[in-house]
């Protein structure tokens, strides 16, 4: 069964803060990782991809992943109002096919 | 920059309607992918396509069907649309699978299908 789960949040943040987002999926075999954010009415629009262990970083962004824990996770730095979205993670399972299996969803609020 | 184009972002049709959503890609994709997304439920793969005049069922199928007679061109196809229809359609595009990239997906600007 390909599962990704997210906590649906809120999370509330101020801003300036650190916003730290979790995902872990069900899949030990799974090679790729993705990150995505939706605002509100809008499509999703991919902010990072993330391969192999460690730490990937992109500006504000780092991602983070732990296959033995299968465990990835996103933190945002410094984060903005703008940055209000619902982030999604977003797995390949391994099944011959590169389909994406998304989690729900959290939702990421920054307060001024 | 990769483009995913669809044909409307907004559409209301008519229980037992034919519904054609149409999605294109300007990057020589050779995967092309069909969700739905819902409040609660998140995105959900209907079909999807890794070449031309093939497809794959995707997690939910039932009442959709699909078309890709050009590589760019990914058509979903409600037969006999019901209410149970409605919902944001998002069309995405993707190289094969290999890492380091290529196998990120480019959604497009979604289509908001009501059925009444």
């Known amino acids: 069964q390909k599962e990704v789960e997210q906590n649906s949040g809120p999370l509330s943040v101020p801003e300036g803060a650190i916003a730290s987002l979790n995902c872990t999926y069900s899949?030990?075999?799974?090679?790729?990782f993705f990150w995505y954010r939706q605002y509100s009415g809008k499509s999703p629009e991919l902010i990072m991809s993330i391969y192999s262990n460690g730490d990937k970083e992109d500006g504000r962004f780092t991602a983070q992943l732990n296959k033995a824990s299968q465990y990835v996770s996103l933190l945002i730095r410094d984060s903005q109002p703008s940055d209000s979205a619902t982030y999604l993670c977003a797995v390949i399972f391994p099944s011959g096919y590169s389909t994406l299996t998304f989690g729900k969803g959290t939702m990421l609020l920054v307060s001024p | 920059d990769v483009k995913v184009t669809q044909s409307s972002r907004y559409l209301v049709k008519r229980t037992g309607e034919k519904v054609f959503l149409e999605c294109v890609q300007d990057?020589?994709?050779?995967?092309m992918f069909w969700y739905r997304q819902d409040p609660g439920l998140g995105l959900r793969l209907i079909y999807f396509?890794?070449?031309?005049?093939?497809?794959e069922k995707g997690d939910i199928p039932e009442g959709y069907s699909v078309s890709r007679e050009k590589k760019e061109r990914f058509s979903l196809i409600l037969e006999s649309a019901s209410t149970n229809q409605t919902s944001m359609y998002l069309c995405?595009?993707?190289?094969?699978?290999?890492?380091?990239?290529?196998?990120?997906?480019?959604f497009g600007p979604g289509t908001r299908l009501t059925v009444l």
């Open positions: 899949d030990r075999g799974s090679q790729s």
């Open positions: 995405a595009s993707s190289y094969p699978s290999g890492g380091g990239g290529t196998d990120t997906q480019y």
């Open positions: 396509s890794y070449d031309v005049k093939m497809k």
């Open positions: 990057m020589d994709h050779e995967n």
